[in-house]
């Protein structure tokens, strides 16, 4: 089975750009998250979907950052515009569906703001 | 809000030895746990959950255990690998969220 894809591996930008990450979830899986990885930390989740449809932004800095789910499979993450302290890894990872806490993660994208 | 800490930011296991994470929980009213093991450029990765109606529970050369009146998780890896060098997480699910802790860092040298 193929896992949850995320492109790019890899991005720096300046501080004031803006930069989009994209993730492909596993085949049949409902609901899709957004976690931020800051160095030494462990992931904070930003957004979650279920299909199309957001769950829960809470933690989702909304001023700078969005995202959508718009045929309720692949997603993107942007960020604008990017400050220092987004520098992260942003990971994907998908389940089942709400409930289910078999998520599977992608490799993630690192973010350097400089 | 409520957050998961980990006791050691990281541990050093010679090869063959045991090794032992230990992570404290502050959400009571968390019933569900997940350790996730993070390898260097890529996603956590689930290794064994444990809910809390259970106090241990085993899998192929990991065993957590969940002590409830102190509100503490560890996990116990066998004759630990070089393999096994990671950041491991313990998470927790409260309000059907997954929360990570801050990881341990898990160093395995000959």
């Known amino acids: 089975e193929a896992g949850v894809a995320q492109s790019p591996r890899y991005k720096i930008i300046e501080k004031r750009q803006s930069v989009a990450f994209w993730c492909n979830p596993i085949?049949?899986?409902?609901?899709l998250y957004w976690y931020q990885q800051i160095l030494g930390q462990g992931p904070k989740l930003l957004i979650q979907f279920q299909n199309n449809g957001v769950v829960d932004d809470s933690q989702l800095p909304k001023d700078r950052f969005s995202a959508e789910r718009l045929k309720g499979v692949d997603s993107t993450l942007k960020i604008q515009p990017a400050k220092l302290e987004d520098s992260a890894v942003y990971l994907c990872a998908s389940s089942l569906g709400v409930g289910d806490y078999g998520y599977t993660f992608g490799s993630g994208t690192r973010l350097t703001v400089v | 809000g409520e957050s998961v800490g980990l006791h050691l930011p990281t541990l050093s296991v010679q090869e063959g030895d045991n090794s032992i994470i230990n992570c404290a929980y502050s959400?009571?009213?968390?019933?569900?746990f997940i350790w996730y093991k993070q390898e260097s450029g890529k996603g956590p990765q689930f290794i064994i959950d444990?809910?809390?109606?259970?106090d241990k529970r085993q899998g192929q050369r990991v065993t957590v255990l969940l002590n409830k009146t102190v509100k503490h998780l560890s996990l116990q890896i066998a004759a630990t690998q070089p393999g096994d060098s990671a950041v491991y997480f313990c998470a927790e699910i409260y309000t059907d969220k997954l929360i990570f802790g801050t990881g341990t860092r898990l160093q395995v040298f000959p």
């Open positions: 444990i809910r809390s109606n259970m």
């Open positions: 959400n009571s009213a968390s019933d569900y």
């Open positions: 085949s049949g899986h409902a609901t």
